[in-house]
């Protein structure tokens, strides 16, 4: 590093509400390090660190009242920042903008309300990937700074940059590009951490913790030891970064490469997934308490939503799902249909080595389950397709293919309504909104599902959306340990709607 330079080490733990240990093992570890956290305070001033999920500063109040005082008070001084990474840390993927705007506005009022304060960073560090429209919702809920890891789509690019979303809305941006677990953690020495950064400026600015991480003694006299470097927030970081901007590219895009991220998870655990999509459909169509929003969002933590924890966390979500859910879902209903496309449709049943992140499907197709497809036309048009399954085979992924007969189309993603982005064709999508497959000549076909959670549209024209997906373990060791979760498996009977629209000239009968 250039003798000028700064080395700004930034001290945090990462919290998930559930994930390889329970909500109530977790919280104790939170109790736990806030606690040695003010401890290190009272004798050290130079000492900083951050909150970040309005769901475990909300319990530490309920149940831990001196500590949350003293908590309160160090915000207040300035030596502990609260960032915003909503009431949880959701998937930004698999869940509604709405939903995620919520997410932030409900952390913000309990920053202003407990704290007096106003956080300034989104502090999505552990969400896998992050879709285009975020850099808009970020700014829509005053942030003015964003921190991620995983999905970056220039591998080689610096650490600092401005993030132009999918509308034009831009964000100033810290890649954590070796991980928000790099000193402490990965490297004990914060000259080795400090060595295998890439910064843009001469500005290093060095996380210091891990997921529950217990800040120790030894690793922060290194810090106070080390020429040009200093514990500081995240907000202190970028507020230097910024007078290096005239230096900063623009990077244009979705943060949802390959680089550190999973695919698999769009559709691991299933079951949870649709009874997550049907509580929230009821949520963008009602008023709602605070407390009820707070059961939904509960949900959206990414290791629940995603599916990617042991058995035993999801019971509780569950529950909370089913306390916001009122009737059940209407079947859609019209006439059978006779019509040409009748024959676009078929199922594919693949054996997969993957795990809860990873999917990983073999050459080798299987055949089908006992499954029927029934295909209704609707009066606006449409087509709704439903498929009934008892599905009873472990480690398969069961997909219904779509045979649109576009070829080399345009593939367009909508959120909502909100915002829209065009997609690569053979690549692996999170379905949340809806997408489009067109013609050149405008003309093919929308798909909108609330019960298939992924999709590839590939060159030869053929949709293919992911219905079941069966998995054995937790993960094969680059993403948890090897833990057994026989509730994945998803075996059993499954209902999913599928609603096909046609675009332009192509018509339905």
Request: hydrophobic share 35%; aromatic share 12%.
């Amino acid at each position: 590093m250039d003798p000028a330079s700064q080395i700004f080490v930034v001290p945090h733990f990462h919290y998930d509400v559930a994930w390889i240990t329970t909500e109530k093992e977790n919280l104790r570890r939170v109790y736990k390090i806030l606690s040695k956290v003010i401890e290190i305070m009272k004798r050290d001033e130079d000492f900083k660190f951050l909150v970040d999920q309005g769901y475990y500063l909300e319990k530490v109040k309920q149940e831990k009242h001196e500590l949350f005082n003293q908590l309160a008070e160090r915000i207040q001084e300035g030596r502990i920042e609260v960032v915003n990474a909503g009431y949880v840390m959701p998937d930004l993927n698999l869940v509604s903008p709405l939903v995620i705007e919520k997410n932030y506005e409900i952390m913000n009022n309990f920053a202003k309300k407990e704290f007096h304060t106003r956080p300034q960073v989104a502090w999505m560090i552990d969400c896998f990937g992050h879709p285009g429209i975020m850099p808009k919702i970020a700014r829509d809920a005053g942030l003015r700074y964003y921190v991620f890891w995983r999905g970056m789509i220039e591998p080689k690019c610096k650490q600092d940059f401005f993030w132009e979303g999918i509308n034009g809305s831009r964000i100033l941006v810290h890649w954590m590009k070796q991980s928000y677990s790099l000193f402490g953690s990965r490297f004990k020495k914060l000259d080795e951490a400090v060595q295998v950064l890439n910064p843009t400026t001469n500005i290093a600015a060095v996380p210091f913790g891990d997921d529950f991480f217990i800040p120790q003694e030894k690793l922060i006299q290194q810090v106070h030891k080390t020429k040009c470097a200093k514990f500081a927030t995240p907000s202190e970081v970028f507020k230097e970064i910024e007078k290096h901007q005239d230096k900063l590219r623009t990077v244009k895009g979705e943060m949802l490469s390959n680089y550190a991220n999973f695919r698999g998870y769009y559709s691991s655990r299933v079951s949870l997934k649709q009874l997550y999509r049907h509580a929230e459909r009821n949520f963008l169509n009602s008023q709602n308490t605070e407390e009820e929003w707070k059961n939904l969002l509960y949900s959206t933590f990414h290791d629940l939503i995603g599916g990617t924890g042991i058995d035993k966390i999801y019971p509780t979500a569950k529950r909370k799902l089913r306390r916001l859910i009122g009737k059940e879902r209407e079947v859609a209903c019209g006439k059978l249909y006779p019509g040409k496309l009748r024959n676009m449709f078929s199922l594919e049943l693949r054996a997969e080595s993957g795990d809860l992140y990873h999917s990983k499907p073999s050459r080798f197709l299987a055949t089908p389950p006992d499954s029927s497809i029934i295909k209704k036309c609707l009066q606006d048009s449409s087509l709704e397709i439903s498929i009934q399954t008892n599905f009873q085979f472990p480690e398969h992924v069961l997909k219904l293919v779509v045979d649109t007969g576009v070829r080399e189309g345009i593939l367009t993603q909508y959120y909502w309504n909100q915002a829209s982005t065009e997609r690569k064709l053979d690549t692996l999508y999170a379905l949340n909104g809806f997408f489009e497959y067109k013609n050149q000549d405008g003309t093919g076909f929308r798909f909108r599902s609330d019960d298939c959670f992924d999709y590839e549209v590939k060159r030869t024209g053929k949709v293919y959306l992911t219905l079941v997906r069966s998995v054995q373990i937790l993960s094969h060791g680059d993403a948890g340990p090897r833990i057994r979760c026989p509730k994945a498996e998803e075996l059993g009977k499954h209902r999913f709607e599928v609603s096909i629209n046609p675009i332009g000239a192509q018509q339905i009968l």
